[in-house]
């Protein structure tokens, strides 16, 4: 009897801690579920609406959510509006890599060399050594100019005097030859794979295939940027998988093993730091790992373990494991608003500032 007791007491612990699983792991539809009171989830009400102020008052944004235990909790401007997302365009890449690297298809040490890229400027022996994963680490030690600008190029050593793998510049063209070399080793169109493996699974609400596309300045660099247009609640979406560590409902969208991958150091804040001072200045310190930004070195539990997808003029999804929080926003250049990188590193900080559970 006292067995049967304790079996029994197991079991309702085991089920209460299941309900409690399935009751975090919400996921949107084809629509997002609102919290109807987020004050009772540690959201202050008068909080979110200084917070919103803030928004308003000290920002160019035009779209912002935060979305809770996958729930919206806050929304501001126009979060279904697509546009132009800048360089978190790297970070959607690194996500589509999984699928490819499980099944063999795309060997993360194959060398420049062994799969024949070349440029306008001829590659040098040693930067033909570089491995795709140093590309996705942003440490291939190719200073090339990209197709298109808006990178630490102007930090890069000389030339040749670097081992791949050994040194950290955010690069343009490190990231659109990881772009190339996408598309050629698996002879897919990268919009093609954003469709397949992101926008119909995770049931995006505002893709729209015909936005995106190539450009870049060919006479300098023969790779283009991949650039891409979305939404911000969309972006959420992408924000809430990486969450959920690739898990979407009851399907594994992406590996969960190379969510663990993409997110894991690469290059510390310190070294970053180093290697563009310019970092030291931008509010946060912040690592990287593969073309996701690491937040680090923070003594506020809810920033613990963060990570970012970041992109020029205010493009941004942070998300915030401590606390179950994704958070997405945007800036949309058409109407010339833009916002420094200062700006984005108060944003993410003071999002969170306003969750107190307690």
Known sequence: MKHYK????????????????????TYPDQTWSRDEDP????????????????????????????VHKGQIVLEYGDIQENSYIA????????????????????????????????????????ENTAKIRDLIAARSGIYLNGS???????????????????????????????????????NRSIYDEIESQLAIPLQMQDWDKSLQQKSGNYKVSKF?????????????????????????????IIPEYWVNEIIKERTSYIEAQKSVPLLKEDGLDLGYGYMWWLIENTDDYRLNHAYSAQGALGQNI????????????????DYRRRNSIQTQMKIIKKAVEIYNPD
């Open 39 to 66: 004050s009772l989830n540690g959201w202050d009400n008068t909080e979110r609406s200084i917070f919103t102020r803030y928004i308003i008052d000290s920002t160019n944004i035009t779209g912002l959510v935060i």
């Open 148 to 186: 298109n600008g808006g990178d630490f190029r102007r930090y890069a050593p000389e030339r040749g005097s670097v081992k791949p793998g050994t040194h950290w510049l955010y690069s343009n063209w490190d990231f659109n030859v990881a772009g190339y070399i996408f598309e050629q080793e698996t």
């Open 87 to 126: 360089s978190c365009r790297k970070s959607i890449l690194a996500i589509l890599f999984g699928k490819y690297i499980e099944s063999g298809i795309i060997n993360l040490d194959k060398t420049l060399g062994e799969l024949n890229i070349n440029d306008v400027s001829e590659l040098l022996p040693i």
């Open 224 to 252: 283009p940027a991949y650039h891409m247009w979305f939404s911000t609640r969309d972006m959420a979406r992408i924000g809430l998988l990486m969450l959920r560590k690739g898990k979407w409902n009851e399907e594994q």
């Open 6 to 25: 304790i079996l029994l007491i197991l079991l309702l612990f085991t089920s209460l801690l299941y309900c409690y699983t399935c009751e975090a792991q």
């Open 318 to 333: 942070t998300v915030y494991p401590e606390i179950d929080v994704v958070l997405a926003f945007k800036t949309k250049s």
